[in-house]
């Protein structure tokens, strides 16, 4: 097939024919044909050649070129596609006048695989025609060629055989493709977030593939609810959870079964959530099968479970039937931990709710008739509730609580006993009024020992005197066993740590100053990390002593200071950014 007895208007035709098919700019139709004709050309005139094509976008006439650009002579390899500038200058002498000059931008790739794009001169080896004449104005025509400028001069069109058609119809093909795909990904990578109606074409392998129109979505096995089966040419919603970019084009994945899902259609059946006026602050789902979702109202005037409710029902009704059935708990949402803890765990009672901020945990006592209600099936309830506060739920019994608080107790009253000298009344008559440990029994105000009944002043000051003399013999004790582990006087001269403490950390291996100095504060104060999906705790050095991450972080940047590592003025513009990464946040 030449090219040259084809009608002109033939390949604007097509291109705009293709374009609309596909929905895509005809312009990128006509630069996969001219990158067609430009390889069916080089398999006419070799491949060592720079053969390029240019399609007119108004009277479709396509010309031929040949590039051939200007490089130094000790970098000059192919002389098919490359000339030095004294070779170029001959070629544009020869040619003159019909020579002229118009700006090009070269693209050149360095060894790092970057692309860069620089201004250069295009030396045209022909004559000019009433088109090229504004090019010309902008060009110095007198410019000599220089590295980095371009001949061009025209090739006779080819004559394209059946090999070279099919090829420059799959070059052609494969553009397409590239421009639908890049229009697909462009079209849903904003719509993230969102719920589409699709639909269904067919399941491979449990996966469902649905019709986006144009292109296909992945519904896949572990994102459809559980109960669910459809046929070819069902309509269904889904929610659009990923798009990304991949070597087979974009990947659009749904889900069913994303907590999200289920918020958007509380946003579509509830017009106070679209408005903002109610807000879905926590949402945790068993798909299928139960879910719980936290809303607080802006509005005084509004009850949010109520308006996700609906006028008997309706509107929570039609996000359960759209879930298969599933059963949605909807719980006023509290910025107290505990209070809103006790509105998850509902239907069941609380009892006692006791919260430790800094381990993320939260134990739950309940009556001996409602643990089974708190847990739920399979430990559905507590897991749901979990997963909405954020927090590491232990529930107890009532009867349970009271074993371990009696157990507490007879260890406090051990502790005073063997330590104090102390008979089992007065030792548990210590216990009763809240003191836990020798320390607060030593340096605690001597009013506070004196509205116990039947102490006085001087049995005050005795037992501050046991307590403080039991203290001191033991900090000796911890302290000789450091130095046998190692000590050195730079860390045990550093304030801030007890003899305990010092104990501890050389048992760890840590023996001076400067070792202190390079660990980490969550190495000292313990941490969390996931392993599994789940929560594990790290123990730290020092977090027997009740020593947090802040007040590890202090000592740590203290010693560094003192090791001149730091400067002051670093210390003092630190703040939470500046906290080493707990394991989970590092990686470990």
């Given at each position: 097939?030449a090219?040259?007895?084809?009608?002109?208007?033939?390949?604007?035709?097509?291109?705009e024919a293709?374009?609309?098919?596909?929905?895509?700019?005809?312009?990128?139709?006509?630069?996969?044909?001219?990158?067609?004709?430009?390889r069916?050309?080089?398999?006419r005139?070799?491949s060592?050649?720079?053969?390029r094509?240019?399609?007119?976008?108004?009277?479709?006439?396509?010309t031929?070129?040949?590039?051939r650009?200007?490089?130094?002579e000790d970098?000059l390899?192919?002389?098919?596609?490359?000339?030095?500038a004294?070779g170029?200058?001959n070629?544009?002498?020869?040619a003159r006048?019909?020579v002229?000059?118009t700006?090009?931008k070269?693209?050149?790739?360095?060894?790092e695989?970057?692309?860069?794009?620089?201004?250069?001169?295009a030396?045209h080896l022909?004559?000019p025609t009433?088109?090229?004449?504004g090019?010309m104005e902008?060009?110095d025509q007198?410019?000599?060629p220089?590295?980095?400028?371009?001949l061009?001069d025209?090739?006779p069109p080819?004559d394209?055989g059946?090999?070279?058609?099919q090829?420059a119809?799959?070059?052609?093909?494969?553009k397409?493709?590239?421009?639908?795909?890049?229009?697909?990904?462009?079209?849903?990578?904003?719509r993230?977030?969102?719920?589409?109606n699709?639909?269904?074409?067919?399941?491979?392998?449990g996966?469902l593939?649905?019709?986006?129109n144009?292109?296909?979505?992945?519904?896949?096995?572990?994102?459809k609810?559980?109960?669910e089966?459809?046929?070819p040419?069902?309509?269904?919603?889904v929610?659009?959870?990923d798009?990304?970019?991949?070597?087979r084009?974009?990947?659009i994945f749904l889900?069913?079964?994303a907590?999200?899902?289920?918020?958007?259609?509380?946003?579509?059946e509830?017009?106070?959530?679209?408005?903002?006026?109610?807000?879905?602050?926590?949402?945790a789902?068993?798909?299928g099968s139960?879910?719980k979702i936290?809303?607080?109202?802006?509005d005084s005037?509004?009850?949010?479970?109520?308006?996700?409710?609906?006028m008997?029902?309706s509107r929570?009704?039609?996000?359960?039937n759209?879930l298969?059935?599933?059963?949605i708990?909807?719980i006023?949402?509290?910025?107290?931990?505990p209070?809103?803890?006790v509105?998850?765990?509902?239907?069941?009672?609380?009892t006692k709710?006791?919260?430790?901020?800094e381990a993320e945990r939260?134990?739950v006592?309940?009556?001996e008739?409602q643990?089974s209600?708190?847990?739920?099936r399979?430990?559905?309830n507590?897991?749901?509730a979990s997963?909405?506060?954020?927090?590491?739920?232990d529930?107890?019994?009532?009867?349970e609580?009271s074993k371990?608080?009696?157990?507490?107790?007879e260890?406090?009253?051990?502790?005073?006993?063997?330590?104090?000298d102390l008979?089992?009344?007065?030792?548990?008559?210590?216990?009763?009024?809240?003191?836990?440990?020798?320390?607060?029994?030593?340096?605690?105000?001597m009013?506070?020992?004196?509205v116990?009944?039947g102490v006085?002043?001087?049995t005050?000051?005795e037992?501050?005197?046991?307590?403080?003399?039991?203290?001191e013999?033991?900090?000796?004790k911890?302290l000789e066993?450091a130095?046998?582990n190692?000590l050195?006087?730079d860390?045990?001269n550093?304030e801030g740590l007890?003899?305990q403490m010092l104990?501890?950390?050389?048992?760890?291996?840590?023996?001076?100053?400067?070792e202190?100095?390079t660990?980490a504060?969550?190495?000292?104060a313990?941490?969390?990390?996931m392993q599994n999906?789940e929560?594990?705790?790290d123990?730290?050095?020092l977090e027997?002593?009740?020593?947090s991450?802040?007040e590890?972080?202090?000592l740590?940047?203290?010693a560094?200071v003192?090791?001149?590592w730091?400067?002051?003025?670093?210390?003092?513009?630190?703040?939470?950014d500046?906290?080493?990464p707990?394991?989970?946040?590092?990686?470990?």
């Open positions: 097939m090219i040259t007895s084809a009608n002109q208007l033939e390949l604007l035709q097509t291109a293709v374009a609309r098919e596909k929905m895509i700019d005809p312009a990128l139709v006509i630069e996969a044909m001219e990158e067609s004709l430009a069916a050309a080089k398999s005139y070799g060592e050649m720079d053969i094509v240019s399609i007119d976008r108004k009277t479709g006439r396509a031929f070129t040949r590039v650009t200007v490089v130094d970098l390899e192919n002389e098919k596609a490359e000339s030095t004294k170029a200058a070629a544009v002498s020869v006048p019909n002229f000059v700006h090009a070269s693209t050149t790739i360095d060894e695989g970057v692309s860069h794009t620089r201004d250069v001169h030396f022909r004559k009433d088109a090229d004449r090019k902008a060009a007198s410019h000599a220089e590295e980095g400028d371009m061009v025209i090739v080819v394209m059946r090999i070279a058609a090829s119809k799959q070059v052609i093909l494969q397409v493709r590239e421009a639908e795909r890049d229009k697909q990904f462009e079209e849903y990578k904003d993230v977030g969102t719920i589409i699709v639909a269904v074409k067919r399941e491979e392998y996966n593939i649905v019709d986006l144009p292109g296909e979505g992945v519904l896949r096995r572990n994102d609810i559980g109960r089966s459809y046929r040419g069902d309509r269904i919603r929610f659009i959870k798009v990304r970019r991949e070597v084009g974009p990947q889900s069913r079964t907590p999200e899902f289920m918020e958007e259609l509380f946003k579509m509830v017009p106070e959530i679209y408005d903002g006026v109610i807000e879905i602050k926590a949402c789902r068993d798909p139960r879910a936290a809303v607080i109202s802006y005037s509004i009850d949010p479970v109520g308006a996700c409710v609906g008997r029902g929570v009704q039609a996000v359960v759209e298969q059935g599933e059963k708990d909807i006023p949402w509290n910025d107290d931990a209070t809103f803890l509105n998850a765990l509902q239907p069941a009672e609380v709710v006791v919260l430790d901020e939260i134990e006592v309940v009556p008739e643990l209600l708190a847990i739920g399979r430990g559905q507590v897991r749901l997963q909405l506060t954020g927090l590491d739920i529930i107890l019994t009532e009867e609580e371990r608080r009696q157990a507490e107790f260890e406090r009253t051990k502790l005073f006993m063997d330590t104090l008979d089992e009344f007065f030792a548990q008559l210590l216990v009763s009024e809240g003191f836990t440990n020798l320390e607060e029994v030593a340096y605690v105000e009013d506070e020992l004196l116990i009944d006085d002043e001087g005050a000051e037992l501050q005197a046991r307590a403080k003399d039991y203290l013999a033991q900090n000796a911890a066993t130095r046998e190692g050195q006087d860390l045990a550093f007890s003899p104990e501890a950390l050389t048992v760890d291996g840590v023996k001076t100053l400067e202190f100095a660990c504060d969550w190495e000292l313990g941490g969390w990390t999906g929560r594990v705790k123990d730290g050095l027997k002593f009740d020593v991450l802040e590890a972080q202090d740590i940047m203290t560094r003192m090791l001149g730091v400067s002051p003025e670093d210390v003092v513009g630190s703040g939470e500046d906290v080493t707990q394991p989970e946040e590092a990686g470990a």
